[in-house]
Structures are given as structure tokens and as C-alpha cells.
């Protein structure tokens, strides 16, 4: 696995920064257009602190409160979101690990060779957004108009092993720790499940 990385596959939409490189494991944070409040999306641009760890845990703990429509926590939703996933298993990515939160996921994959990993989240969030629409029906509006997903992801390349197996345990257990379940086997949208 090693440390080793190159500067020139960093790349930057104008908020987060990202590592684009093949045959590396990445571990892909993305979430719902409305998981977060207003009120703590406009504290989080406000902080212009360095201190990238402390904002990513402050917004892991907003995304496990619970907030927005939860759409995911619909078990249709769910799977779909997972055989999205799974469809392109072992040809763009090997898939790892996942879980799907209420109002986020998690995903560990490590990327094939000549695949971009921004290609790759841009058709899950395409066509999960399509899907999610048709499955939830006319009815359903999502509270920021025309937006299922938020258009930033979080991505952190995997270092070393020990830094592989810390992210599959904390992929595991979100849903212990967002208090959904008591052990990470009893919640049925991640790779532990299955």
C-alpha cells in the first residue's frame, strides 16, 4: 500500500481538496443536499480555521444527529444506493466496504487502473438521484429543490494497512456509534450484512 503519492493528481472544485489517483484505496464520505441545517452549514464556512480533522468529526457528528429527510433510511433507497455500488464491482473498483446512514454514506473501494474516482461518484450520485426520485414517487419533493445529494464528497486515500482496517472499523460501526444499533451486524445497509 505505502505512503507514497503523487502532487500533480491532487485537485480542487473550490472547497475540498481531492486525491484522484488509480489502484489506490479510497474511503468516500457523501451525503444528502439537506443532512445538514442551515444554521451549521453557515457556521462551517465561517470557520476558516486550519484544523481540517476537527471540522470533518463536527461534521461527522451533525451527519450522525440525524438531520434532513432521512430518505436512505427507506429500505428501497437503501439497497438501491448499494446495488448502485455493487454494479460496478470488480469493473471501475473493488468494493470493500460501505454503509448506508440515515443521511449519508460510507464506501472503501480501491480504484482500478484509468479509473477516475470523481467519474466514479459523479454516476453513483447520477443515478442514484434518478432512482431515488422514481422510487419515492411524485409525491416526494427533496427539500432543496431538484438536489438529492450534495454536490461535495469527502475522500481520504488509505496510507497503510492499520489506516485500512481503523477505516473499514469506523465504517462498520456508524451505526453503533450514531445510536442506531447496538452492534454493527443488526444494522442491514453495510458490508457487514452481507
Same mark, same amino acid.
Given at each position: 500500500?505505502?505512503?507514497?503519492?503523487?502532487?500533480?493528481?491532487? %485537485?480542487?472544485?473550490?472547497?475540498?481538496?481531492?486525491?484522484?489517483?488509480?489502484?489506490?484505496?479510497?474511503?468516500?464520505?457523501? %451525503?444528502?443536499?439537506?443532512?445538514?441545517?442551515?444554521?451549521?452549514?453557515? #457556521?462551517?464556512?465561517?470557520?476558516?480555521?486550519?484544523?481540517?480533522?476537527?471540522?470533518?468529526?463536527?461534521?461527522?457528528?451533525?451527519?450522525? %444527529?440525524?438531520?434532513?429527510?432521512?430518505?436512505?433510511?427507506?429500505?428501497?433507497?437503501?439497497?438501491?444506493?448499494?446495488?448502485?455500488?455493487?454494479?460496478?464491482?470488480? #469493473?471501475?473498483?473493488?468494493?470493500?466496504?460501505?454503509?448506508?446512514?440515515?443521511?449519508?454514506?460510507?464506501?472503501?473501494?480501491?480504484?482500478?487502473?484509468?479509473?477516475?474516482?470523481?467519474?466514479?461518484?459523479?454516476?453513483?450520485?447520477?443515478?442514484?438521484?434518478?432512482?431515488?426520485?422514481?422510487?419515492?414517487?411524485?409525491?416526494?419533493?427533496?427539500?432543496?429543490?431538484?438536489?438529492?445529494?450534495?454536490?461535495?464528497?469527502?475522500?481520504?486515500?488509505?496510507?497503510?494497512?492499520?489506516?485500512?482496517?481503523?477505516?473499514?472499523?469506523?465504517?462498520?460501526?456508524?451505526?453503533?456509534?450514531?445510536?442506531?444499533?447496538?452492534?454493527?451486524?443488526?444494522?442491514?445497509?453495510?458490508?457487514?450484512?452481507?
Amino acid at each position: 500500500m505505502g505512503q507514497e503519492f503523487e502532487n500533480n493528481l491532487w %485537485r480542487n472544485r473550490g472547497y475540498l481538496p481531492h486525491y484522484d489517483a488509480t489502484s489506490k484505496y479510497q474511503m468516500i464520505t457523501y %451525503r444528502l443536499a439537506d443532512s445538514l441545517p442551515q444554521k451549521v452549514l453557515h #457556521k462551517l464556512k465561517e470557520d476558516t480555521s486550519e484544523d481540517n480533522l476537527e471540522r470533518r468529526k463536527s461534521i461527522e457528528e451533525y451527519l450522525d %444527529r440525524g438531520y434532513g429527510s432521512c430518505i436512505l433510511s427507506n429500505p428501497e433507497v437503501a439497497q438501491l444506493v448499494i446495488e448502485n455500488w455493487y454494479f460496478f464491482h470488480y #469493473k471501475r473498483y473493488d468494493l470493500v466496504s460501505y454503509v448506508v446512514m440515515p443521511n449519508h454514506v460510507h464506501i472503501l473501494i480501491k480504484i482500478f487502473k484509468n479509473q477516475k474516482l470523481s467519474e466514479i461518484i459523479h454516476s453513483w450520485k447520477s443515478y442514484t438521484a434518478n432512482q431515488i426520485r422514481e422510487t419515492l414517487g411524485a409525491g416526494w419533493q427533496p427539500a432543496i429543490p431538484g438536489t438529492v445529494w450534495q454536490k461535495e464528497y469527502w475522500d481520504r486515500f488509505i496510507r497503510d494497512e492499520n489506516h485500512l482496517n481503523k477505516a473499514i472499523s469506523y465504517i462498520l460501526n456508524n451505526p453503533v456509534k450514531a445510536g442506531l444499533v447496538a452492534k454493527p451486524e443488526d444494522w442491514p445497509w453495510s458490508s457487514v450484512s452481507t
